[in-house]
Every structure is written in C-alpha cells, then in structure tokens.
C-alpha cells in the first residue's frame, strides 16, 4: 500500500455544509457562514480580528498592502520559505531582503535577521516552520529598536501556541493558509489576523475590492463606495462551510499529528538529525522532517522511499538561490544553514489518519538506508 506525504482529513461533514450553502442558494462571498467562522477563529487563537482570505498567499499580500509598504522599503524574510512570502513584498513595491535560518529549528536567526536591517527597513515577517514558534521575544526586540512592523507567517502553524498565545496573533498581523496540504483545508483559503482596529479597517478595504462594503452590509452606512486600493480576497460561503467543519475538527487533528510526530521522533532517534522543538512551543505538527548528512544520501532516501510507495520529499530550494531571485532580482547573498538544509532536508509522511504501522513501516526502510 502507498502511503502519501499528506492527505486533508476532509469528509462527510464538509460535504454535507457545502450542500446546505448551494442548496440555499446562498453562495455568496462573506455570509453568515464566514462572518460566524470569523468571530470563532478571533476567539479561539487569541486574535481581536480574524479576516478570512482566498488563499495564505492573499493574506500575505493583504498584510504588505494594508502596512502601506511601497518601493524603497526593504523586508526582511527567511530564505527558507515558499515564494509567496517574497512576492507579497514585491507586489508592494518594496525589496525582500532574505535572511538564514537557525538549524535546530529551522525559524529565522534573528541575529542573523538584525544584521541586515538598515533604514529602509520596515517590517520583518518571521515564519514559523513546520509549525514550531520563531523566538518571538527576540523577533518583537529587533523589531521595536528599529520601528518594523512583525507579520507572522503562521501558514504551517494552524492551532499552534507560543507560551499560551496563537501563533498569528502575536505580531501586528498573522496569516493563516488553509490550501489542501494544510493542518485544514477547504482547498484554497487562509486568513488575516490582526489586533489592530486600523489595520482590520483597511484590510477589510481591500479584500472587497477597495470599498467599504462591509460596513454597508453591517448597516453603519448607506450605500458602499470605492475608499482604497484593493483586490478581491474573499472567501466564498461554500468554503467558510467547509471550513467551519475543519475547524471544528482542528484540536483533534493537531493532537493525532502530534502522536505521529512523536513516534517519528521515538523511532528515528539517533539515525537521522531531527527537528528541536523549543520549550513553550505547542507545535501543529505540520510537518515531519529531518536532515540527512548531505544532498546525495537525501536524494538516494527520497528516490528509494518513492519505489516504495512512499510519499517523501524535499522542502524549500532557498528563495535567495532560485533562478528568480538570482537572475531577476540580482541577489548574491550566501545563507549557508539555508543552503544546507534545503540539501538535505526530507520530509515524511504526517497527517490524520496515518497509521502508526505506516510509520513504524517509513522509519524501518529509512534506517535501512541511512544506518
Ligand atoms: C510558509 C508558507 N507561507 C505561505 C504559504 C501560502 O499559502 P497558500 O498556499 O494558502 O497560498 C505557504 C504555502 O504552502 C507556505 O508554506
């Protein structure tokens, strides 16, 4: 039997809200669905708005547009991530400027991070990968001695907490990504999150497509009108039922991750090199990953598992060391952890529903190859 790298644990349920939207012929974008799901999201990570958004990558850029980035500013990011972190800055105007990551926890090194700031730099968006906490103490110090504004990317850490408090709700804003890969999905969606009343304002701005539509709809004005720059960012109600089921499923979900990454973790002690997770992390379990000594055992290890049926794969060729950013924006920075790890990390199989068997079954072929 193949085991996949991941799987949505979607079903039934999701089914049947999806049915009862279009049944009603209530296929709209922000219902009563979304605006519930909203209130309920805010609540439970700790967050004063929740907004939800078509995609992670969207609230990204509604972030970078609502903190009035432009060009001549500079954001600093981790190299160590997908493009849409990078794209959000540029879409603005503004310059990525790529920083390396630590490598236990492979989270931005914020001293590396300090390094780079200079006076066009505004703000820094820490992502917290596989769904372990950035040390947000040393985030949120940079980011005061300089005036930056802190945007996490809590894209992998759906559920996740840092001493107690949501991830995403920690920084000015936080984005949420609910793509099929994700902890939840409803296929494409995410969400931005915010305590601030003025960047809710805005956000809510232009997600509908530059006006304030969503106070007419909430009756505080009469008619809406074009007020900002904007796009279109909202979620559909079809998704918001979907999603609302998944939320409903989420502390289940990120607890049987959590079982299955602790049994990687058990099992591969001692053969492979694994991933710290920091006190004060309660992690979502996003990923299970681990490092191999170099790019040529790594690529031996994925291409065995794969003729075993088994879902493995690498994870993120630095943004800084892609075609795009070497040719296109010129960079010629050197991030040696980036570059290292992007060689020899490989990802497992983790999601809901994965037997503990199917585990026991990756590790022993793993430890075959490596030991
Ligand atoms: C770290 C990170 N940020 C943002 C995104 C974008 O999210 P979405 O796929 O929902 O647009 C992803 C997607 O995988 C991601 O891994």
């Not at 929740?50 to 432009?70: D, F, I, Q, R, Y």
Request: hydrophobic share 45%.
């Amino acid at each position: 039997m193949n085991i996949p790298l991941s799987r949505p644990l979607i079903g039934r349920a999701e089914a049947n809200a999806a049915a009862k939207v279009i049944l009603a012929g209530a296929v709209v974008g922000r219902g009563e669905l979304g605006l519930a799901l909203e209130r309920r999201m805010a609540r439970d990570i700790g967050v004063k708005h929740a907004l939800l958004t078509t995609s992670g990558t969207h609230a990204l850029e509604l972030s970078m547009a609502v903190l009035g980035l432009g060009p001549g500013d500079e954001v600093i990011l981790p190299s160590f991530t997908f493009s849409s972190v990078a794209n959000a800055v540029l879409r603005q105007g503004a310059a990525p400027v790529f920083c390396d990551v630590l490598e236990d926890t492979l989270n931005i090194d914020v001293s590396d991070a300090a390094r780079r700031v200079t006076k066009r730099t505004r703000a820094i968006i820490p992502v917290h990968y596989a769904g372990v906490a950035c040390d947000m103490d040393a985030v949120g110090r940079l980011a005061r001695g300089h005036g930056l504004a802190v945007v996490e990317d809590a894209a992998h850490a759906v559920g996740a907490r840092w001493r107690g408090r949501g991830l995403g709700s920690i920084g000015d804003a936080g984005c949420l990504s609910f793509h099929a890969t994700k902890n939840i999905t409803c296929g494409e969606g995410g969400a931005f999150l915010t305590d601030s009343d003025a960047l809710a304002r805005k956000a809510e701005f232009f997600r509908e497509k530059g006006t304030n539509r969503s106070a007419f709809i909430r009756g505080e004005i009469k008619k809406y009108t074009w007020v900002s720059e904007g796009s279109s960012y909202v979620l559909s109600d079809v998704l918001a039922a979907i999603l609302t089921e998944q939320w409903k499923r989420l502390p289940a979900i990120n607890k049987e991750r959590g079982e299955l990454h602790a049994l990687y973790m058990a099992e591969l002690a001692g053969a492979l090199r694994l991933p710290v997770i920091p006190e004060g992390c309660e992690s979502s379990c996003h990923l299970f990953h681990a490092l191999l000594p170099d790019r040529k055992t790594r690529d031996r290890c994925l291409a065995e598992l794969k003729r075993r049926g088994i879902g493995a794969a690498f994870h993120y060729q630095p943004l800084h060391a892609s075609p795009f950013a070497r040719n296109v924006l010129k960079d010629r920075s050197r991030l040696p952890v980036s570059e290292s790890v992007g060689d020899r990390l490989i990802r497992l199989p983790l999601y809901a529903g994965l037997k503990k068997k199917d585990v026991l079954r990756v590790c022993a072929a793993l430890k075959r190859m490596v030991l």
